[in-house]
């Protein structure tokens, strides 16, 4: 499989993610959007020498992996790109924070505590955007950024960028096996057909991108989605669900959850 054909097949494959009829799934997405939102601002609100408390956040990634029976490797896989990324961001603080704490009597340096964090802040917010993705379809996570009052341009336009991707990976994907067929004995494409096979790629993309928003329309859209409002609607279950993490947060942010837990088995195994 191509690498063209290897991107759309991780599309349909985070589309089909988002359509199964997960419980995670079914929760209104205005109430994951908000948390997912929410819970990042939380992550960032750590101190940068804040190690325990950045760890202890990982407690909502690790239970919405298990909720929605999503795979773990299937899902590192497919951010094999980003994260070694955000790991790169937190990668030169060693060598410009020189200072030193003390951590349980032992003198660490401070540089590698803000590195630590500031990784595990990245890795946990990729992680969290990734999750409302493959439980949340395209539709709905629209229709979740309207209620919150997004101007409709802007959701429109997010949109028909995540539709459009398949359909300009599918035109690359045509005119590279097109091309490959005319020239079998050649290692890629040539440079001197760059600029023509750019322009025929531009002309069929918006081709079938007009053809796709024509039958957008003829089924009824009008940049907003309200089929959905009848099929979608705030539960008990959403409540509770948006409380429940909220205090759970709550308390992970307030207090050392994972130094309190370390210490309860430190001392029952001593």
């Given at each position: 499989m191509s690498k063209i054909n290897n991107a759309i097949h991780e599309i349909h494959c985070m589309d089909t993610l988002s359509a199964r009829d997960q419980w995670v799934n079914q929760i209104h997405p205005l109430v994951k959007l908000v948390?997912?939102?929410?819970?990042?601002?939380?992550?960032?609100?750590?101190?940068?020498?804040?190690?325990?408390?950045?760890?202890?956040?990982?407690?909502?990634?690790?239970?919405?992996?298990?909720?929605?029976?999503?795979?773990?490797?299937?899902?590192?896989?497919?951010?094999?790109?980003?994260?070694?990324?955000?790991?790169?961001?937190?990668?030169?603080?060693?060598?410009?924070?020189?200072?030193?704490?003390?951590?349980?009597?032992?003198?660490?340096?401070?540089?590698?505590?803000?590195?630590?964090?500031?990784?595990?802040?990245?890795?946990?917010?990729?992680?969290?955007?990734?999750?409302?993705?493959?439980?949340?379809?395209?539709?709905?996570?629209?229709?979740?950024?309207?209620?919150?009052?997004?101007?409709k341009a802007i959701v429109t336009q997010f949109m028909l960028m995540y539709r459009y991707v398949t359909v300009l990976l599918e035109e690359t994907d045509r005119i590279t096996q097109a091309y490959m067929l005319r020239a079998p004995h050649q290692n890629g494409i040539h440079f001197r057909a760059w600029g023509s096979l750019a322009g025929q790629l531009l002309l069929r993309s918006i081709d079938r991108a007009n053809e796709v928003y024509e039958s957008m329309l003829l089924r009824g859209y009008q940049g907003d989605y309200r089929y959905l409002q009848d099929r979608i609607r705030l539960g008990k279950k959403d409540v509770l669900y948006l409380f429940l993490w909220i205090v759970i947060l709550g308390l992970f942010r307030r207090y050392p959850v994972i130094l309190i837990i370390g210490n309860l088995f430190g001392g029952a195994f001593l």
């Open positions: 948390l997912t939102i929410g819970y990042i601002v939380v992550l960032v609100s750590f101190q940068k020498y804040d190690v325990a408390g950045t760890a202890g956040m990982i407690v909502y990634p690790l239970s919405v992996f298990m909720l929605a029976d999503l795979s773990v490797t299937d899902s590192l896989k497919r951010l094999r790109i980003v994260l070694p990324l955000v790991c790169l961001l937190g990668i030169f603080n060693p060598f410009f924070d020189k200072n030193y704490i003390l951590v349980a009597g032992v003198r660490v340096s401070a540089g590698i505590l803000s590195m630590i964090t500031l990784i595990l802040k990245g890795i946990f917010s990729v992680l969290a955007s990734y999750l409302l993705i493959a439980t949340t379809s395209i539709d709905k996570l629209c229709y979740a950024f309207r209620m919150l009052h997004i101007p």
